[in-house]
């Protein structure tokens, strides 16, 4: 998938990712998150690279830690959520429309890069952990948040589990957190490589194999950053946190 597909597939649905993000803030994820990124993150860091960051939650809740906070996305139709609920934070955000495989930032520019639900969507995905470790100084960070989102395509019992998951999810909420009818720009999963590869272990081996250290994984997280709902509906596919030094 070329980034120009991707951008427009991403702006086609980044009101419906506008208005999960928007919920997010006014939840107990704020916190959450803050806490869990003050835990991995420098003691001594300053400025961060909030990498393909779609309605900028991390870039708000990292702004409001006091630290400067640059964010890049290649969809214009993020970009401009990120706008409108910066806006109504109040916080200061240096926003950058940039193909994230090619990073227009010079060599040692942040001491953390962080993503979310990023990876996975990656058609270079090793590609883009060398753009990171180029940017990042000595003694940075790289915080990587994703899950196996597409793994049930290729377990049939993982699939149906999945399935009884969003039917329960139906009959208790009324509604799931799923991607907006609008959306056009077709998007086969099948084609991304990391689709139906077991994470967070590539992760880990790859990035070892790039000469980062203290790489480790903690394979769910769910607990602690998602409320009942997430649980219920993505409990097959759990969030994951990938944490490397570069030296």
Known sequence: MDIESTARYWSQDAENYGNIIQGELASFRVEAWQKLLREKMPADTHRVLDLGCGPAFFSIILAKMGLEVTAVDCA????????????????????????????????S????????????????????????????????????????????????????????RRQE?????????????????????????????????????????MGFGEVHAEFDLTERLWDEKERLLYGETPMFGVFATKF
């Open 76 to 107: 214009e139709g993020m970009l401009a959520q990120a706008r409108q609920l910066i806006g109504l934070t109040g916080v200061s955000v240096d926003l950058q429309q940039m193909d994230i495989n090619h990073l227009d930032f010079a060599a």
């Open 109 to 164: 520019s942040f001491d953390v890069i962080v993503s979310r639900n990023v990876t996975w969507t990656l058609s270079h995905p090793w590609q883009v952990y060398e753009e990171c470790q180029k940017l990042l100084r000595p003694g940075g960070r790289l915080l990587l948040f994703d899950a196996n989102w597409n793994m049930p395509l290729y377990d049939e019992g993982m699939a149906k589990r999945a399935e009884n």
């Open 169 to 209: 999810c139906l009959r208790q909420y009324g509604d799931t957190l799923e991607t907006a009818d609008e959306v056009t720009e077709p998007l086969d999963p099948l084609q991304l490589p990391l689709s139906g590869t077991k994470r967070p272990y590539w992760d880990v081996e790859l990035l070892r194999s």
